[in-house]
């Protein structure tokens, strides 16, 4: 389900098949495009390329070292769309240690002890999930 963020009341969209609702239903990876106008006549447009697949399109480690050795320092996930992702971080226990909207690739379990933890990737257009866990160790 794709939808453009949030609109004023009476906004007219349009989908480039023609629809005019204000949320469009993919079911096949492609560009998908929208126009919007408010009722005050401010004009826009937006696109979005749609993929589908059962494989992630980017790298997810299973381990950080926050040590000072300047290697694998932080839960970065190269490949990541940037400014696009939000993330939630949670510790065995299912308390929330971290969270950032959008996800910069910046945390460094500062404060956390080793252990696992367990991670929830969204991304806020188009609804998908990823979710699995990284272990700290120092």
Excluded at 128 to 137: D, L
Aim: aromatic letters at 12%; a neutral charge.
């Amino acid at each position: 389900m794709l939808a453009p963020g949030p609109q004023p009341a009476g906004t007219a969209y349009r989908w480039q098949d023609g629809s005019t609702r204000p949320q469009l239903e993919v079911a096949a990876p492609g560009r998908y495009e929208v126009s919007v106008v408010s009722p005050a006549g401010c004009a826009g447009q937006a696109a979005v390329q749609v993929r589908f697949g059962d494989g992630c399109p980017f790298t997810i480690p299973n381990i950080i070292t926050p040590n000072g050795d300047g290697r694998n320092e932080t839960f970065a996930l190269p490949g990541l769309e940037p400014n696009a992702w939000n993330i939630q971080l949670y510790n065995r226990w299912g308390t929330l240690v971290y969270q950032q909207a959008p996800y910069h690739g910046a945390w460094d379990a500062a404060g956390q002890p080793n252990g696992v933890y367990y991670y929830l990737l969204v991304h806020p257009v188009t609804g998908r999930r990823y979710k699995g866990w990284v272990e700290v160790v120092r």
